[in-house]
């Protein structure tokens, strides 16, 4: 029979891997190993769930619902109503969570009894989640930044959410039977997290719920504490389990708070909420606004990263310096880590599993350049002596840290000493988790979106930027490249470029913004001339009184408008080196 072994390892994934009848081979080589080391991998059996179809949905909506309550708010009295219409939402004055099942029927048209289970279980905790966080914050001061604030506690949700989900899956452990053999455990696993991502918004804008990848990252990482709780719970009660696997109660207990300081938790002082902040806020880049001060120095010297591709020796080395161009101090909490990704497609993110990291914690003063350095196993988990977590066939590496081009990384930024604001209850209010919409934009929404571009680069430039920027400097000044909480059209990426005349002022005050859309490469010409053909329609519609040039050559068509130091060029031209067409468009002052 085909086990399936959970590990729960020192940094963070939670990595799921089919073996067949290892159990004896395991204890066999711990056998022999036994004086060399300490078994310190923790692995455990799960099973596939297998619910009856005769089961009423109702009834397991409810007992999943007790469950979560018990590890969520074992001491806070909280009602569920199950609806057949309507949307899922957790109410604040009545204390109650919504479960729509038109909602969840919407959500897993196409998933089968396991992935349905799962879906349950996340919808659920992340309602209650909510339920968490409005008995948690009453009367107190906790976050910062109204304006972002119900996304980042929509974040915290996520967070709390996995971490019941986890908590659930390794309590499951005895009453998890075998299902269909045609199930895969691990295809169920991406398919609801393919779910998470399709409820996420489009990446760097500013909603009522996370990026699709910020959702993805905030529900595992609370998987992977929660799994680990659970298991220590598991253990501490059923002292047999780690005996079988040689290892003392001191080692074992060593070896919990290894993984649980590679989580960032420290069983001394933090609890599960003021740690699911600390998380969301370094993977939803919080403040922003913040952050956008804090560059990568990109030269000659920076950034540094070097691949030592032995399996004797599998570490990367890495270098980066950041600067703080604000007039104010900032205190910074960043992320280094390594991710497996599929090498056929290394942007599919729920493929992407999380390995070895480092947490870097500091104050940065003005002008200041604080440089972050270390190495990073790129294989496996430092404590994985099985090889369960090692680079599998068809995955290569990828080191991640903070920059511009990136939005997998994470990282928290805040002026020193800043105030907090108290939540009111009027603030709690959340949406239902519904994926964003995928239509088509019309040259209508296309012109009101060119509308609103243009209307920040005149009035508030101080919007285009978001997040961590890469500062490049030249012979004369420098530029700094962002991306932008602006939005535009599907499949393009936006990026903002501060072009800065004296580098040596600070704050930045004289330099000018150009913001740069580009779209995926067309490989027919037909598509390409297609495509530009509806983006001047677009811009037609949405600057009707700018003056317009165009200029067609064959292997290339520009267009331009200008009025009063506001200029827009489009290009559509033909990369003579790859043979691809290329749609590129410049907004400037």
């Given at each position: 029979?085909?086990n399936i072994i959970l590990s729960i390892t020192k940094t ?132 910062q930044n109204r304006p972002i604030l119900r996304m980042l ?437």
């Amino acid at each position: 029979m085909t086990n399936i072994i959970l590990s729960i390892t020192k940094t963070s994934e939670l990595t799921l891997c089919k073996t067949s009848n290892q159990k004896s081979s395991i204890l066999k080589t711990n056998k022999t190993m036994k004086r060399k080391r300490i078994f310190l991998f923790l692995a455990f059996f799960i099973f596939l769930i297998n619910q009856t179809t005769s089961q009423v949905l109702d009834s397991y909506i409810r007992e999943q619902f007790s469950r979560i309550r018990l590890i969520a708010l074992p001491d806070f009295d909280i009602q569920l109503e199950i609806v057949d219409e309507g949307k899922m939402e957790s109410l604040l004055a009545s204390r109650k969570v919504i479960f729509s099942k038109s909602e969840l029927n919407k959500f897993s048209k196409e998933f089968n009894q396991l992935e349905r289970n799962f879906l349950i279980q996340i919808l659920l905790a992340h309602e209650v989640s909510h339920q968490f966080q409005f008995n948690w914050y009453k009367g107190k001061k906790e976050l910062q930044n109204r304006p972002i604030l119900r996304m980042l506690l929509e974040g915290q949700a996520d967070v709390l959410a996995g971490f019941c989900f986890g908590h659930m899956l390794i309590d499951d452990l005895d009453k998890l039977k075998k299902s269909a053999e045609n199930i895969n455990i691990m295809d169920s696993f991406y398919k609801v997290f393919q779910f998470i991502l399709d409820v996420g918004i489009e990446e760097s804008s500013i909603g009522t719920h996370p990026s699709k990848t910020d959702r993805l990252m905030l529900i595992r990482q609370g998987m992977n504490l929660g799994a680990a709780k659970a298991i220590d719970m598991d253990i501490k009660r059923n002292p047999h389990i780690a005996k079988q696997y040689f290892i003392t109660s001191s080692a074992y207990q060593k070896e919990v708070e290894k993984i649980l300081k590679g989580m960032d938790f420290d069983n001394s002082k933090d609890n599960i909420f003021k740690w699911s902040y600390r998380v969301a806020k370094r993977i939803m880049n919080y403040n922003p606004k913040v952050a956008q001060n804090i560059v990568l120095l990109k030269d000659k010297q920076t950034p540094k990263i070097h691949w030592h591709k032995s399996q004797e020796y599998p570490y990367v080395d890495y270098e980066f310096n950041y600067l703080n161009i604000s007039e104010k101090p900032i205190d910074v909490a960043m992320e280094i880590y390594i991710s497996h990704v599929d090498r056929n497609n290394p942007q599919m993110k729920k493929y992407q599993n999380k390995r070895n990291s480092k947490i870097y914690s500091f104050h940065i003063k003005p002008k200041e350049i604080k440089t972050i350095k270390g190495k990073l196993n790129w294989d496996k988990f430092d404590n994985d002596y099985d090889e369960l977590t090692s680079l599998k066939k068809g995955t290569m590496p990828r080191i991640v840290y903070p920059h511009a081009n990136s939005d997998e990384y994470i990282m928290s930024a805040s002026f020193s000493k800043d105030e907090t604001t108290q939540l009111s209850k009027d603030e709690i209010n959340y949406l239902a988790a519904i994926p964003s919409p995928n239509a088509t934009n019309t040259k209508y929404k296309l012109g009101s979106k060119i509308k609103k571009i243009i209307r920040t680069l005149k009035y508030n430039r101080k919007d285009l930027a978001f997040g961590i920027g890469n500062y490049y400097p030249l012979n004369q000044g420098a530029f700094i490249e962002y991306k932008t909480a602006l939005s535009f059209d599907k499949n393009c990426s936006i990026e903002v470029f501060k072009n800065i005349k004296d580098i040596n002022q600070l704050p930045l005050k004289d330099y000018s913004d150009e913001i740069y859309i580009r779209y995926p490469y067309f490989k027919m010409k037909e598509d390409a001339s297609n495509k530009f053909k509806a983006l001047i329609e677009a811009f037609d519609l949405a600057l009707p009184n700018y003056e317009k040039e165009d200029d067609n050559d064959g292997n290339s068509i520009s267009v331009s408008y200008n009025l009063n130091n506001i200029y827009v060029d489009l290009y559509l031209e033909k990369n003579r080196k790859t043979n691809i067409w290329e749609i590129e468009i410049e907004i400037y002052n």
